[in-house]
């Protein structure tokens, strides 16, 4: 999917708005637009953890629905941004440089319009996808979007929708060119640290994760603990274990900081 100025993809979900009579409740069985935490999370879902010092936090906006939808506008707000959370949505993790990074391997990632609208500032966040001539979004339960949080401190994130922001009020449009306002379910995450690189959990980071990792990867060991992607390439693999190894004993970059600028880069 193309990065698309938001006056454009406004302009092709208008195409489909002109022939409606107006937004309404969606009938029989609402369809639903919902979070869920990303890993590594909590088995009950409420808490999202990310790297002490600072690093990345995904959430999926999902969607269930029965029609097949050609175009939707997903207003949101972040109620907790800022201080003491200090979790921010960077525009180079969601809309990318080339294309709308929030709509990869979506089910509309086909679709011919789409932008994450960070332009607001956080904590107001705009979604909008249309398909225009693509196929349309047909019935079923997944992902619509990701966001990508770069988090530096234990805290919560609290999502809900802008429902009356002039022109931007959450809908979605059926084939029919029907538009009607889909159930909404809010949530709240809580924020908290793990430390990057602990492959076997026990709180330190040495040569005992570097055989751990080691062992999973090659010889059926027990599953990793926390995430040991230190060098933000999103692999789990044997450069991982050689970078923690140049980290422990030569020196090398910070875990999560491969370009070592002081800045994690996951």
């Given at each position: 999917m193309k990065k698309t100025p938001l006056f454009l993809l406004l302009l092709g979900i208008c195409v489909f708005s002109l022939v409606t009579s107006g937004l309404a409740q969606d009938p029989g069985d609402p369809d639903t637009l919902y979070f869920v935490a990303g890993p590594p999370c909590s088995s009950d879902g409420d808490t999202l953890y990310f790297?002490?010092?600072?690093?990345?936090?995904?959430?999926?906006?999902?969607?269930?629905?029965?029609?097949?939808?050609?175009?939707?506008?997903?207003?949101?707000?972040?109620?907790?941004?800022g201080p003491p959370s200090y979790s921010f949505l960077y525009p180079s993790k969601n809309n990318g440089s080339t294309q709308a990074l929030c709509f990869v391997g979506s089910r509309v990632e086909?679709?011919?319009?789409?932008?994450?609208?960070?332009?607001?500032?956080?904590?107001k966040v705009l979604y909008g996808a249309s398909a225009m001539t693509a196929d349309p979004m047909p019935p079923g339960n997944g992902l619509f979007a990701t966001m990508?949080?770069?988090?530096?401190?234990?805290?919560?994130?609290?999502?809900?929708?802008?429902?009356?922001?002039?022109?931007?009020?959450?809908?979605?449009?059926?084939?029919?060119?029907?538009?009607?306002?889909?159930?909404?379910?809010?949530?709240?995450f809580n924020l908290l640290s793990y430390p990057r690189g602990d492959?076997?959990?026990?709180?330190?980071?040495?040569?005992?994760?570097?055989?751990?990792?080691?062992?999973?990867?090659?010889?059926?060991?027990?599953?990793?603990?926390?995430?040991?992607?230190?060098?933000?390439?999103?692999?789990?693999?044997?450069?991982?274990?050689?970078?923690?190894?140049?980290?422990?004993?030569?020196?090398?970059?910070?875990?999560?900081?491969?370009?070592?600028?002081?800045?994690?880069?996951?």
């Amino acid at each position: 999917m193309k990065k698309t100025p938001l006056f454009l993809l406004l302009l092709g979900i208008c195409v489909f708005s002109l022939v409606t009579s107006g937004l309404a409740q969606d009938p029989g069985d609402p369809d639903t637009l919902y979070f869920v935490a990303g890993p590594p999370c909590s088995s009950d879902g409420d808490t999202l953890y990310f790297p002490t010092g600072g690093g990345d936090a995904t959430i999926f906006i999902n969607i269930w629905n029965d029609d097949s939808i050609v175009a939707m506008i997903v207003p949101l707000i972040d109620t907790t941004y800022g201080p003491p959370s200090y979790s921010f949505l960077y525009p180079s993790k969601n809309n990318g440089s080339t294309q709308a990074l929030c709509f990869v391997g979506s089910r509309v990632e086909h679709f011919g319009l789409g932008t994450c609208n960070l332009s607001f500032m956080p904590p107001k966040v705009l979604y909008g996808a249309s398909a225009m001539t693509a196929d349309p979004m047909p019935p079923g339960n997944g992902l619509f979007a990701t966001m990508v949080y770069t988090v530096c401190d234990a805290g919560r994130i609290c999502l809900d929708t802008l429902l009356r922001l002039p022109d931007s009020e959450l809908h979605f449009i059926t084939t029919g060119a029907d538009g009607y306002i889909p159930q909404f379910r809010s949530r709240c995450f809580n924020l908290l640290s793990y430390p990057r690189g602990d492959a076997n959990g026990d709180e330190k980071v040495d040569i005992a994760d570097v055989v751990y990792l080691i062992n999973y990867l090659f010889k059926s060991g027990s599953p990793l603990v926390w995430p040991v992607d230190v060098n933000c390439d999103g692999l789990e693999d044997i450069t991982d274990a050689v970078y923690l190894v140049n980290y422990l004993f030569k020196s090398g970059p910070p875990l999560g900081d491969p370009d070592d600028n002081g800045i994690p880069d996951c």
